[in-house]
């Protein structure tokens, strides 16, 4: 098994610029999450979803749009990308069973970087 | 919101020493986690507790509920436990599927 897989690895856009990071996982988790990570700063959660075809807002949502059209696929996209987005992204997967424990399985990170 | 706090943020030690890195939280939670962030970047879950006390080779946790506070210790460290050591909380008010909140990491360097 691959476990979570993220693309791309790097990225580098121009201010304005729009991309999709692509997040994919074998493990047939029903649970998906994007975070960010920021120097001096915890991980924190763009947008998530519990399932095929939903979505929600996280902590820190604004400029960032999302897809879950099939189970194993987490799409997060930037429609234009400021400076303040670049960022290392990171992709999770987790179980919906047992609930209250919901261990989370990280993708490697894609580090983009806005000029 | 739960907020988390970690300390110490930065830990330099010399190899052999026993390490404690330690996690406190406001609000009630359903589960804890600590986390393993390599120079490489890359993420991986140590340990998930909701009570007690769990032991992984020379990794231990534990957590005390009524206190709202963690610990993560390494006995006997080496260079190779070098990395960012990252507590997550879930709180009982997330719904049971909004992510985790995190610390900001605890930075340890282990010496030759």
């Known amino acids: 098994n691959a476990g979570v897989t993220q693309t791309p690895k790097f990225r580098v856009l121009k201010t304005g610029q729009s991309m999709t990071l692509l997040c994919a996982q074998d493990?047939?988790?029903?649970?998906m999450y994007w975070y960010r990570q920021d120097p001096g700063m915890g991980l924190r959660l763009i947008h998530y979803?519990?399932?095929?075809?939903?979505?929600a807002k996280g902590e820190v949502p604004d400029g960032y749009n999302v897809s879950r059209l099939k189970k194993q696929n987490f799409l997060l996209g930037l429609e234009s990308a400021a400076p303040s987005q670049t960022s290392v992204y990171f992709c999770?997967?987790?179980?919906?069973?047992?609930?209250?424990?919901?261990?989370?399985?990280f993708g490697p990170g894609t580090r983009l970087t806005v000029l | 919101k739960n907020e988390v706090e970690q300390s110490p943020q930065n830990l330099t030690a010399q190899e052999g020493e026993f390490i404690t890195i330690n996690c406190s939280y406001s609000v009630g939670i359903s589960a804890l986690h600590w986390l393993q962030q390599h120079p490489g970047g890359g993420i991986v879950s140590l340990f998930m507790?909701?009570?007690g006390k769990k032991k992984h080779g020379r990794l231990i946790a534990t957590i005390n509920i009524q206190e709202k506070h963690s610990s993560l210790h390494i006995t006997a460290s080496h260079p190779r436990d070098s990395a960012v050591y990252i507590c997550a909380v879930r709180s009982y008010s997330g719904g049971g599927a909004d992510g985790l909140t995190f610390g900001k990491g605890t930075h340890l360097i282990i010496q030759p």
């Open positions: 507790l909701s009570s």
């Open positions: 493990m047939n988790h029903e649970y």
């Open positions: 979803s519990v399932g095929e075809g939903t979505t």
């Open positions: 999770a997967s987790s179980p919906s069973y047992p609930i209250s424990y919901n261990e989370q399985f």
